[in-house]
């Protein structure tokens, strides 16, 4: 039987000294999250890196070496795009972007680069089946007729109520 403490790697002297431990370069192997320690982060709680009470990526880049101690393969990262932060930020008004509270796609891009020079993958999480109501195509599709291409790519229900304005489910 198999317990927590057997997925926990053997501490090595470099890191009970405080000496950076070696870098290991990820593996090619197709299948590599099979076995991979992966380390999820929500990045408006993780650390702020630039003092305004909220976390960042600049945070999230101050934190790298502490994960790469831990021994991870990967950093799952919730969703980082702009979001009205209705539903945690899997209301994606953006999949091109980063949300302005974290930082910007260039920060994000050199987190990841950081990362992967750490031997650590990165995982962003995508969110394909619904976006926010400020998204670009539901915008579009609000204003478009019913049956326009815009409006294929939504589900649109009657209202309820006696002239239908009322929402037509909670």
């Not at 209301?91 to 031997?119: M, N, Q, S």
């Amino acid at each position: 039987m198999r317990t927590q403490n057997d997925r926990i790697p053997p501490l090595d002297s470099d890191v009970l000294t405080g000496r950076t431990a070696a870098v290991h370069p990820p593996t090619t192997d197709p299948l590599w999250w099979r076995s991979a320690v992966i380390y999820q982060i929500y990045v408006r709680s993780f650390a702020d890196g630039n003092g305004d009470g909220t976390g960042d990526l600049a945070g999230v880049r101050s934190r790298l070496g502490y994960l790469r101690d831990l021994g991870i393969d990967a950093i799952w990262f919730t969703p980082w795009y702009p979001s009205p932060l209705a539903d945690g930020g899997y209301d994606v008004a953006d999949y091109r972007a980063i949300h302005p509270d974290f930082g910007t796609l260039a920060e994000a891009e050199l987190l990841v680069k950081e990362a992967l020079e750490l031997g650590i993958r990165t995982i962003i999480d995508i969110v394909p089946n619904h976006v926010s109501s400020r998204h670009a195509w539901f915008q579009a599709a609000l204003a478009a007729a019913p049956g326009s291409p815009e409006r294929e790519r939504f589900w649109f229900r009657d209202g309820t109520g006696p002239d239908g304005d009322g929402m037509p489910n909670h």
